[in-house]
Every structure is written in C-alpha cells, then in structure tokens.
Nanobody, 125 residues
Framework: QVQLEEAGGGPVQSGGSLRLSCAAS????????MAWFRQAPGKEREGVAS???????TYADSAKGRFTIYQDNAKTTLILQMNNLKPEDSAMYYC???????????????????WGQGTRVTVSS
C-alpha cells in the first residue's frame, strides 16, 4: 500500500519561498512517476509539476521559472521548492502518484491513484 504524506506548507508573504516535501512509504521512487497538484477553494485541482522515474521534469506554465521539483539523494522524499510566491499560488498542495510504471499526466488528476492529505499554502500580498 502506497502512502504519501506532505509537509512544509504555511503562511508566507508575496515574493517569499516555501519548500514542500512528500514522504512516501510502500514504494520506491525509482519505480514511480511523482507529481504535485494544488487546489484552491472553488477551483479544480490542477497539476503543478511532475518528475518521472528517470528524473525528467514537467511544469505547469504557472510554475515554470519559480518552482522546482526534485527528489532527495536517497530518493525517499519528493520536494517542491517554490520561490517568488504570489497570492494566486495559495492552495492546498498534494503529492500524488499514478500506478507503478505509468506516466504522470498533469492534465488528468483522475489518472493518479495515490494521494496525500495535502498541505496548505497561503500567500499574502
């Protein structure tokens, strides 16, 4: 059973930075594509960034140049480094993974099988 747990959210001022982490149990990162999603109140869940089992990354346009997704050296924790945060980045952020060996389709949240509980990010202007 794959379990994901996010941490690192909180309040931050516009222009600030946060580092989100996702700890996984029950699987090896080397076998899964991993992704970050976010959902603001009243809005649909949207893909932010993904990293596949070969380390190739994909970013939503809103995240390019400001966010970085990576795994720690031991490949036990997924990280989302967020810089130059804006109020519109405020949302609940989720770590997610599809089935083993499947691709991460950021445009299709329903294709992801495993989700964490989320960590809230609030950016004030």
């Amino acid at each position: 059973q794959v379990q994901l747990e996010e941490a690192g959210g909180g309040p931050v001022q516009s222009g600030g930075s946060l580092r989100l982490s996702c700890a996984a149990s029950g699987h090896s990162f080397s076998e899964y594509c991993m992704a970050w999603f976010r959902q603001a109140p009243g809005k649909e869940r949207e893909g932010v960034a993904s990293i596949d089992d070969r380390g190739r990354t994909t970013y939503a346009d809103s995240a390019k140049g400001r966010f970085t997704i990576y795994q720690d050296n031991a490949k036990t924790t997924l990280i989302l480094q967020m810089n130059n945060l804006k109020p519109e980045d405020s949302a609940m952020y989720y770590c997610a993974a599809p089935r083993k060996g499947e691709y991460c389709y950021l445009a299709m949240p329903a294709s992801f099988n495993y989700w964490g509980q989320g960590t809230r990010v609030t950016v004030s202007s």
